[in-house]
């Protein structure tokens, strides 16, 4: 009797809680003519940061709040977001020698070098390890995770973009292209041992 009892409760109790949610809603926060890479919220759920090239210029990195439409550039002249993680975020700039991933404060400072000519790179969410396309022995990719160890090594000719872990760091996902530059490719899932 207590179990049929029961039933009607928990039906009620999931039918308010899904009867909440709706599809997502999205808005604009930006609203200048340019190209946005890397957007993340921080921890807050309310601060953004992202790179951007406004107008034709440079990237820079920007800090702003979902509930303004300004935004702050932070001092990375050239710089590309790949990530957050532990109150910093990890920044690729673009430099004489190359394109180095680097990290610094959330709010701004100097970048502090952690791997020299990466592509595109992500961060675990506790901060502790990178994952990096790196650019190696005349333009072979090479996916590292953690920096150092490889997953994957691909011709000069094949595309291997957008790397993203997992929400676990157990898993990547990237995009295989083997004819770069095209449009076509697939969404590949990698583990930590290669596979």
Known sequence: ???????????????????????????????????????????????????????????????????????????????????????????????????????APLGGGALRLIAENIGAADWTRDGTQFLVERVVEGQRRRLEYPVGKTLLDRAPTEFVGNPRLSLQGDLVAFFDNTAFGALNGDVVLVDRSGT
């Open 1 to 103: 009797a207590a179990a049929a009892g029961a039933w009607p409760v928990a039906g009620f109790l999931l039918g308010r809680r899904s009867a909440r949610r709706g599809p997502p809603v999205s808005r604009p926060v930006t609203f200048r003519r340019g190209t946005v890479t890397g957007a993340r919220f921080a921890p807050d759920g309310g601060t953004l940061v992202y790179s951007a090239a406004w107008d034709g210029g440079p990237s820079d990195v920007y800090l702003g709040r979902l509930d303004s439409p300004d935004a702050r550039a932070i001092g990375f002249p050239g710089g590309t977001l790949q990530g957050l993680a532990a109150g910093e975020m990890a920044v690729l700039e673009r430099g004489q020698g190359g394109v180095s991933l680097g990290r």
